[in-house]
């Protein structure tokens, strides 16, 4: 399903395709935390500010979308602390980095359901996407509150509500009731801390896309490994269900 190496250094002059959209699952900060004997939040803390290198390194390589699963719908059903936790980290966020993403070009979008979210996050998710909207380096999906399958609910819900018949609807009239309307399909999920599942994440958007694991905990997710990611996704043959010789 997916592949992990070990690469010598790499260097941005290796990379010859650089894909589009590329997704992360920031998975392993509870067991980056455990391996070092600290409360699970400050895995947490410390993804947080792993996504801020990153950021810095997917701009910089010309990635022109980047989604993170930040918090799933089914996350609610961890300890309320953590939840608690995982909340107030999400707004800190918005609030310490949202004039530097602004300076950098990044306009920010969220990706998931608004509701069980307080008003005073939600006013903060929205002043955020309304002062970077303009921006066009890079798009910065935040899946928050975010799970696949009820972003699909939530699409035939709308499709419904506009009253379309039947007949009407097909494969593009659903993507453009997702959260992603208007965005390209991802072109690489990479997935850290070594589990092999998507658990829930874009599941509509991901159909075709690549998948690339590593075990790295995502706060020790670095430069060096997303080379190795974007590298190994070069070498990958994309057919979507065709033939190498049909690929355009």
């Known amino acids: 399903m997916a592949r992990t190496s070990s690469f010598a250094p790499l260097e941005q002059g290796e990379l010859k395709v650089v894909p589009t959209h590329?997704?992360?699952?920031?998975?392993?900060?509870?067991?980056?935390?455990?391996?070092?004997?600290?409360?699970?939040?400050?895995?947490h803390r410390a993804?947080?500010?792993?996504?801020?290198?990153?950021?810095?390194?997917v701009i910089e390589l010309g990635i022109k979308v980047l989604t993170v699963y930040a918090f799933s719908t089914e996350n609610?059903?961890?300890p309320e602390r953590e939840v608690r936790a995982l909340l107030s980290?999400?707004?800190r966020m918005i609030d310490n980095e949202l004039d530097e993403l602004k300076r950098n070009g990044v306009r920010i979008r969220h990706v998931g359901r608004t509701?069980?979210?307080?008003?005073?996050?939600?006013?903060?998710?929205?002043?955020?996407?309304?002062?970077?909207?303009?921006?066009?380096?890079?798009?910065?999906?935040?899946?928050?509150?975010?799970?696949?399958?009820?972003?699909?609910?939530?699409?035939v819900r709308r499709i419904v509500a506009e009253g379309l018949a039947p007949e009407q609807i097909d494969?593009?009239?659903?993507?453009?009731?997702?959260?992603?309307?208007?965005?390209?399909?991802?072109?690489?999920?990479?997935?850290t801390g070594g589990e092999m599942r998507l658990s829930n994440f874009l599941l509509w958007q991901g159909a075709y896309a690549e998948f690339y694991v590593t075990?790295?905990?995502?706060?020790?997710?670095?430069?060096?490994e997303l080379l190795k990611a974007l590298l190994d996704y070069q070498n990958r043959q994309r057919r979507f269900g065709g033939l190498p010789s049909q690929q355009g």
């Open 76 to 78: 609610w059903r961890r």
């Open 215 to 224: 075990p790295t905990f995502w706060p020790d997710f670095d430069r060096e």
């Open 115 to 155: 509701e069980r979210l307080s008003p005073q996050l939600v006013k903060k998710i929205r002043y955020a996407e309304q002062v970077t909207q303009e921006n066009d380096r890079l798009i910065l999906n935040v899946a928050f509150n975010y799970g696949g399958r009820a972003e699909l609910v939530d699409a």
């Open 22 to 43: 590329v997704a992360i699952i920031m998975d392993g900060n509870g067991r980056w935390a455990r391996a070092r004997g600290v409360p699970r939040v400050a895995g």
């Open 89 to 91: 980290l999400f707004g």
């Open 47 to 57: 993804g947080a500010r792993n996504l801020r290198r990153v950021l810095r390194d």
């Open 171 to 191: 494969e593009q009239t659903i993507a453009e009731h997702l959260y992603t309307a208007g965005m390209p399909d991802p072109d690489l999920i990479i997935r």
